[in-house]
């Protein structure tokens, strides 16, 4: 033992110093208090705590304390039953950082119990949780967040499910691709509400292949509960905590609306609105590819260039609808009379341009004659009813791979033939030399 | 040496220890850098009932002194650099709460800054 006074029973030497250092440095705060609210015994957490909110004076009792940091507890205490024991039990109390003076702008957040005691005394226990009452902040407004990306997404569902692949969660995105309420999809397997087919090897397989790589990718029809089924990818990847797999996030893809929406884009850029034939752009792309393939100086195919004779007069006359109607069923028409291979064009206004793959000059006009044949047949019906004929001049040129240039000049050489056709009196094929 | 002696923080720095356990009103000495107590005074062991092997070397505020580990003594300690001032305050004694006035003192540059402690009528 060092220090002067050593063995007088002040000093704290013995077994008494063993209690207080106890008590001195225990982290939770212990008050022990009458009925009138005066402090028998206080530990020097309280003070830390209490002094820079009550200062000095407040602290005989413990009503000034209680009423600032948690307002309606001394009545609650003052008026409980006397056959109640636990008065306030694990509340948790939050002090503002204008009423605790801390300085680092935080809230003191403490858990705070009262309990009766013997003798008409009270006990007052209280708990520093501001730690854990930040994380759960943080937690709470993390999961504020992700419910709300969750809800907004569109064309995704996501959920989770247990272990055992037992649907866990449910929110709006599910119910918008899936069609199905949480009550009708919580507590389901995961097979019940995607589909069966999905699962051919077990959940409990699926499941596990997930755990061992991480994740499990799985594409195959779903169904809505209104029936309707839908392409889709599904992946599924387990929650992981140190322990083991607690569930896992389930994410399913709708595929159609993918690609669906994918070939609506590709569709828009290379075809023509009213006719739904190919454009100019798709007959350049398509033949540069061609060439790009072809030997030089080989011939490719054949250029048919169509132009209807006298539409002026059809729009003049009938108005710009019936004109409209004209194009259409010549679209038609001549997509009617080519093979699959063979590209239909509408090139603008009434011209239209047909590539016959591989054809070369005799059967080029072999075809285009065909086509000229086809659309001067029967009249065309206008939208009024009326029967209206019509007729095209075709211009041929043959299409061989030499240079850049090939297309531009077999469209050209396509359209003088055109214009000698034109000039030759209307509805015939004429055939361009070639270069 | 008296609590209220204008050049106590003076004093206290030449003090020898022996010289501090003769005077009524208790004293820790901590280090400025750390807080650790170096001085622990008779009076100061009889007030708290805590022997000097209890608390020497530990740190003063965080884990001797909780109670005073606040914006009204621990912090100014922290964020005064010419420090000395007198505070009434409350310790739990023996867990039973008791009034005591607190000399706060810290010299700018020395290595050990003071409270004295005396019981507040």
């Known amino acids: ?40 015994f206080a530990n020097p957490l309280v003070a830390q705590v209490a002094m820079p909110i009550v200062g000095p004076v407040g602290m005989s009792r413990i009503w000034p304390f209680l009423d600032a940091v948690a307002p309606g507890t001394s009545s609650r205490i003052l008026e409980a039953p006397g056959d109640v024991v636990r008065v306030v039990q694990a509340e948790r109390v939050v002090v503002e950082p204008s009423v605790s003076r801390r300085r680092d702008g935080r809230d003191l957040v403490f858990s705070l119990s009262v309990q009766r005691q013997s003798g008409g005394r009270w006990l007052l226990t209280m708990a520093d949780v501001t730690a854990e009452h930040e994380r759960e902040v943080t937690h709470r407004k993390a999961v504020a967040s992700l419910e709300a990306i969750v809800n907004a997404i569109v064309e995704y569902a996501l959920f989770t499910v247990t272990p055992t692949g037992m649907v866990d969660s449910w929110n709006r995105s599910g119910e918008r691709l899936l069609g199905r309420t949480a009550e009708a999809a919580i507590g389901r397997s995961i097979a019940e509400v995607l589909d069966p087919s999905l699962f051919s090897d077990g959940i409990a397989a699926v499941l596990d292949r997930a755990v061992r790589q991480g994740w499990v990718e799985i594409e195959g029809e779903v169904f809505r509960t209104d029936g309707r089924g839908f392409w889709s990818d599904v992946i599924l990847s387990p929650i992981l905590t140190d322990v083991a797999a607690t569930g896992f996030t389930v994410v399913v893809r709708d595929l159609t609306e993918r690609k669906t929406s994918e070939r609506a884009l590709q569709r828009a850029a290379f075809t023509d609105a009213l006719t739904g034939l190919w454009n100019r752009r798709h007959l350049f792309a398509h033949v540069q590819r061609l060439l790009a393939d072809a030997e030089p100086g080989a011939p490719v195919g054949t250029i048919a260039a169509l132009d209807l004779d006298r539409f002026k007069s059809v729009n003049d006359t009938h108005g710009h609808d019936a004109g409209d ?56 019906t206008l939208p009024d009813g009326q029967p209206l004929p019509v007729t095209a001049s075709i211009g041929v040129a043959v299409l061989r791979a030499d240079g850049t240039e090939a297309l531009t000049g077999a469209l050209q050489r396509a359209d003088a033939a055109l214009y000698e056709a034109k000039d030759a009196g209307r509805n015939r094929v004429t055939v361009a030399d070639p270069p | 040496m008296r609590f209220d002696d204008d050049d106590l923080p003076q004093l206290l720095a030449v003090a020898l220890p022996d010289a501090l356990d003769n005077v009524d009103f208790g004293i820790v000495g901590m280090r400025t850098a750390d807080e650790t107590v170096v001085v622990y005074n008779v009076a100061e062991t009889r007030m708290t009932g805590l022997g000097r092997e209890r608390v020497m070397g530990r740190r003063f505020f965080d884990d001797v002194a909780p109670c005073t580990n606040n914006v009204m003594v621990a912090e100014r300690f922290r964020l005064e650099p010419d420090l000395d001032a007198v505070i009434d305050y409350v310790f739990t004694l023996r867990m039973r709460p008791s009034p005591v006035r607190l000399r706060l003192m810290r010299l700018r540059d020395a290595e050990l800054m003071w409270l004295a402690v005396a019981w507040r009528p």
């Open chain 1, 1 to 40: 033992m060092t220090g002067a006074g050593a063995g007088d029973r002040d000093d704290g030497a013995g077994d008494e110093g063993e209690v207080l250092e106890l008590l001195y440095g225990l982290p939770i705060g212990l008050c022990l208090f009458r009925a009138d609210g005066t402090v028998d």
């Open chain 1, 325 to 380: 109607a004209v194009l259409v069923e010549v679209g038609r028409r001549l997509t009617g009379s080519v093979r699959r291979t063979d590209v239909v064009c509408r090139f603008g206004g009434e011209e239209f341009v047909v590539f016959l793959q591989g054809a070369d000059l005799a059967a080029g006009r072999r075809i285009a004659e065909t086509i000229r044949r086809t659309v001067a047949g029967a009249a065309v």
